[in-house]
């Protein structure tokens, strides 16, 4: 018997958001007892999971990888129910497996509702920063051995700044989530980077200095 599939559609309005961003959401739902963190990554260099959901189940630490199908930009994020992911979600909701009150379909209706239609910065600065270290097992940042900004850099010529590099400002910087999202925009416009150590700098780099700086 095929799978049953679900088409996620109030996931439109924040995939738009964030392709003007880093081309990333991030967002947490509470659904019964159950709790869970939802992340999408989907620059052109995340090739291996731009068409991904990442799934973080935190009563059971369980994780879970999902394709979403379909076009993402008329609407249409369609997964598919598998077997493997009704039963860790049945778990994560502390409930008995074939006990035959729970309808899996409603709860998909239900967990589709709560989705946010926009993420504030400082609840994606938040989130990114609380939860770095599952963020890193998604393969979702450049270098993740280096963690401590240095300075901002100019890209080789041909070439633009990856959102898998910029995305540590929000994970690894005290920053205001603001401050950041301005930031990333002034370095995507001028074609910077940012350089990232793996030893914390002496002294630390002054991002609104740099801002101020730009015409």
Known sequence: MADERFNLTNLFNIYNQAENETKNYIFELSIGKGRFLFMNFFSEEDESSKDKLFIFMRNTSSFATETLYGNHSKGDFYIYLNSKLKR????????????GTFNFMSFMEELNNKIPQVILPEQKGRLMRENKDIIIKTGAIDEADRIYFGWPAKVSEGRKPRDKTLRKLYMFTDH?????DLFIRILKKVNHTTVWLAEKPKNEYNVQDWINSRP
Request: net charge negative; charged share 35%.
């Open 88 to 99: 860790k979600i049945i778990n994560e909701l502390q409930l008995k497996e074939g006990d």
């Open 176 to 180: 205001n989530p603001q401050d950041i």
